[in-house]
């Protein structure tokens, strides 16, 4: 969280020292039709060793990407459009004991998709507040596997698969900046706080029929460009 804010506060501020007085009277009319997308990359590689109070050590991997393309039309302040946004999410996690007993596999992959219209108010030449709102969906597939060590070399285990699926309704509220190119485009960099409550969630396995809910805050980044 105070990475985020640290992020967005050095871009503003190196957008507004990069720009001139001069370049900002020229270029700051973002008028029209526009178009755009942001991006979103995450990886993590985490290690845990046993220690006291667990004999297991686990290694998980997770890889995370994120495309929100837009379109919409600004006029005086004021720029409406609609917003496609498409997440996915890989994890691969190994829990194995120290001893070699036991060792438990998971995969999991998902997909978060969801249409939205937003609506920004645009300021001060280069930045911006928004808001929306829109409907999306989620699913998630899991691969689990148990394998248990028997003396002679001999092993047994067991597997399990599932799959489940959610809808229901998302919202979005944050701020960026727009920074001037040329012939039109601009680069774009936006913190942004999305709430999806997902429900009617259903699946195989016993899960039965559950409601989710997520908050996720992210720092974007993209390009953008106005049609004067």
């Known amino acids: 969280m105070k990475a985020a804010k640290a992020w967005a506060a050095l871009a503003i501020a190196g957008g507004v020292a990069l720009a001139s007085p001069a370049e900002a009277r020229a270029r700051s009319q973002r008028t029209g039709f526009n178009f755009g997308t942001t991006v979103r990359m995450l ?93 999306y969906e989620d699913n998630l597939k899991v691969h689990s596997e148990v394998k248990n060590s028997q003396t002679g070399g001999a092993f047994t285990g067991s597997q399990d698969d599932y799959q489940v699926k959610g809808v229901g309704p998302g919202y979005q509220l944050g701020g960026g900046l727009e920074l001037p190119i040329s012939g039109g485009f601009y680069f774009t960099s936006s913190y942004q706080v999305r709430i999806v409550q997902l429900r009617d969630y259903k699946g195989g396995s016993n899960l039965g029929s559950k409601r989710s809910g997520t908050q996720s805050r992210e720092l974007l980044f993209g390009l953008a460009y106005y049609d004067k």
């Open 43 to 135: 990886g993590t590689n985490d290690h845990t060793n046993a220690g006291e109070g667990s004999d297991k050590n686990t290694h998980t991997e997770t890889n995370s990407q994120l495309v929100s393309p837009y379109v919409g039309y600004a006029f005086s302040a004021v720029n409406l459009g609609v917003v496609y946004s498409n997440e996915s999410r890989t994890s691969d996690s190994t829990e194995a004991a120290e001893d070699g007993s036991t060792t438990t596999q998971r995969q999991s992959d998902e997909s978060t998709s969801g249409l939205s219209v937003f609506a920004r108010f645009l300021f001060g030449d280069y930045f911006y507040f928004e808001a929306g709102g829109g409907l």
